[in-house]
């Protein structure tokens, strides 16, 4: 590159460095809906390798018109692939010190495979889940909360005890995040969802396997308002979960609507 190329890049305007005077601040600014390959750390396996989709936001002090947002980019790259509750507060802390910000937020959302056996059968597939991680550094302070969504089957207490034939069923999803004392696997989060459901799906059943998937979830009926309590006991039960936030919805199969329930426990944010 020539002496006058180098001096021209040296002299570019920092537009988003200049000042804004209408002193308002912004609470979040950044990228987000950014896909990058990642590596979640998986109880059985060590590493399993994924797609998220990022956001990666800092607050912007009133005084700048603008951030930078190739320094997000930067900040991640520069992170590397894998990702766990140990190495995201350096993230965090590296978008704080890049972009001059006394906050930072993260937010991963991917899929997340668990192999799963068939109950009669043996028969091995693949279960996909979906699942969030957030982080956020602001100061002093570090939180990080993980988040699954993962589905269930549901049988209505009350149809079942109506009814001659039969109960009505549906698949249901629970949204369950937690804040705990130390790092907790995505599996077990996933696992106790469920077992507190009527019964857990599966991506492979032969037919032996669906006699047994179909009887133990009409000898465990469970209303929606009964999925989200079950979690919560079995929350409240773990010495390490210090606060939880669980939602359920059923989506119905006789109605045209969906039951929902939500239970909350010392969580904010």
């Not at 802390?93 to 001059?100: E, F």
């Not at 056996?117 to 979906?130: C, R």
Request: charged share 25%; proline share 4%; net charge negative.
């Amino acid at each position: 590159m020539d002496l006058l190329k180098i001096q021209s890049l040296t002299t570019l305007s920092d537009t988003q460095s200049e000042r804004d005077h209408r002193r308002i601040a912004i609470d979040r600014v950044g990228v987000r809906n950014l896909r990058y390959p990642i590596q979640i750390l998986d109880k059985a396996n060590s590493t399993q390798s994924t797609v998220a989709t990022v956001q990666l936001t800092v607050d912007l002090p009133h005084h700048f018109k603008g951030t930078h947002m190739s320094r997000f980019v930067e900040a991640l790259h520069a992170h590397g692939p894998v990702l766990h509750v140990r190495n995201m507060g350096a993230l965090l802390r590296s978008l704080r010190a890049r972009l001059d910000s006394d906050a930072a937020h993260v937010d991963f959302e991917f899929p997340f495979f668990l192999e799963k056996t068939a109950p009669s059968t043996g028969a091995k597939g693949l279960m996909d889940y979906l699942v969030r991680l957030s982080a956020v550094s602001q100061r002093d302070r570090e939180d990080f909360v993980p988040t699954v969504v993962v589905p269930v089957t549901t049988l209505c207490p009350c149809s079942k005890a109506i009814s001659d034939r039969g109960a009505h069923n549906q698949r249901g999803q629970v949204t369950f995040s937690v804040r705990s004392e130390q790092p907790i696997w995505i599996e077990d989060l996933i696992r106790l969802v469920e077992s507190c459901a009527s019964s857990e799906l599966f991506s492979l059943l032969k037919r032996p396997d669906e006699k047994v998937v179909t009887e133990h979830a009409y000898d465990n009926p469970v209303f929606v308002e009964d999925l989200v309590r079950n979690i919560a006991s079995r929350a409240n039960a773990e010495h390490g979960i210090l606060g939880y936030r669980v939602e359920a919805e059923n989506f119905e199969s006789i109605h045209n609507h969906s039951a929902y329930a939500l239970v909350e426990h010392r969580w904010a944010g």
